[in-house]
Structures are given as C-alpha cells and as structure tokens.
C-alpha cells in the first residue's frame, strides 16, 4: 500500500465504510429525509416559477433582513428548501443529494435537520448583525444586503459537509472546504458568501458542544472514580 492510498483511507476510510455499508444494506431507503428534501425542492421550484405561485413561496420560505426576525424565524426551517432564483435547480439538487444524503446516513435524519438547520440561522442572524454593524466593520454589511432574499440549502450543506467531516475524522477535507468558503468571500464579496463562513462558525460551535457532551458520556460509561475510591477509605456520604 502506498504513501497516498494510506493517506486517503486515513482520511476517508471510516466516511466511506458507514456510507457504503448503509446504500448496500438498504439502497435508497437508506436516505428517506433526503429524497424528501428533494421532492419539496423541486416542488417548490415549480410552484415559484408560475405566476400564481411565486408570491406563496416568498411568503412561506423566503428570508430578508429587513423583515421582523419573528417572522424570519419562522421562515427559515422552509427556507432551506427554496431554490435561489438566480442559481440552477439542479446544483440545489445535486448538494441535498450528496451532503444532506451523506449526512443522513451518518448522523440520523433528525441530527441532519439540526444541524442543518443551525447552519442556515447562524447564517440568517449574521445578515442581520452585520447590517447593524454597517459596511465600515471589518464583518458588517452594506444596508442594501437587507433586501437580498436569503433562500436556499447552501449554507446547510456547507455546515453539515463540516460537521461530518469532523465527526468521522476527515479534518483535512473540513479544512479544504472551510478554505474554499474563505476564498469565496475573497473572490466574490456578496452576503452568501459570508453567511457560508457564519454558517460555518455556527457548527463549529456545534462541534465543540457535541465534543464535552460526548466526553462526558464517555466519562460516565467508564465509571469515573468518585471521591474516595481507591484510597482505601469509605465514599463520602451526603
């Protein structure tokens, strides 16, 4: 075995074993949630295309920081599922499939909409942030971005593709795409780019909270030594 098939089944060994077992033992039942996704996502952009349905979706799905964040909040969970107007269906498609799939299989159908979620409402709060801060901050926001309709599941994926990544020890690949969303904002400074990073930020935090309460369960599993024991003498009573 040479030096780059060791590297890349260090790096995606464990990823790829729980993902193939899964579709070989169950096939597309493996990833119910996801094929769903797909179904509202393409539903939805059918309906936003005809010109009885365009206002309906912007009334149920689309996100603006100028609005109140009351209804912001309950936007966003319908959000993720609402292809950008400006970009094509099928790359929508094509990242529910791959990541939200991937994810499913991994971490569970509900862990999946969590995170997921979160990534998309860190993004969501950081538009709103960054407009109070005002262009003149190094992470504020012009007052125009108030008015860019936020939709879509790219900052969903992005967050869910790290915490993945992270939680099956493929960091060199988590790194890779928290490079690339860096570049992005390099590249093409616009509000997407940055709720990407903010979405990113958000499931880091996500990552470390998952980390003390796992190490804590861990801790608990062994059977941490209380105060007394080993030394000999009786464990304080309360």
Avoid at 97 to 108: N, P, Q
Avoid at 174 to 185: F, K, N, R, S
Avoid at 189 to 211: P, S
Wanted: hydrophobic share 50%.
């Amino acid at each position: 075995m040479n030096t780059l098939t060791r590297l890349v089944r260090a790096e995606w060994g464990e990823l790829y074993s729980t993902v193939r077992g899964a579709l070989a033992a169950r096939r597309w039942r493996a990833i119910p949630m996801t094929l769903g996704a797909i179904c509202l996502t393409s539903l939805f952009q059918y309906v936003q295309n005809q010109p009885w349905g365009y206002q309906f979706i912007q009334n149920i799905g689309s996100v603006r920081a100028e609005e109140p964040l009351w209804l912001a909040l309950v936007r966003t969970p319908l959000s993720l599922f609402v292809p950008a107007l400006d970009l094509p269906v099928w790359g929508a498609l094509a990242q529910i499939l791959l990541v939200f799939g991937i994810a499913e299989i991994c971490l569970g159908r509900w862990r999946t909409l969590v995170v997921g979620y979160a990534a998309t409402l860190a993004g969501t709060l950081y538009a709103r942030l960054g407009i109070a801060l005002g262009p003149g901050h190094p992470i504020g926001l012009p007052a125009s971005d108030a008015q860019v309709v936020d939709t879509g599941p790219s900052a969903a994926v992005v967050g869910l593709a790290v915490f993945v990544c992270w939680r099956h020890r493929a960091y060199v690949t988590a790194a890779l795409v928290i490079a690339l969303m860096v570049v992005e904002v390099l590249v093409k400074d616009n509000l997407a780019g940055k709720e990407h990073l903010a979405a990113i930020a958000g499931v880091l935090i996500v990552c470390a909270v998952d980390t003390a309460v796992r190490h804590r369960g861990s801790r608990r599993r062994s059977g941490t030594p209380g105060p007394g024991a080993g030394s000999g003498l009786p464990p304080i009573q309360s």
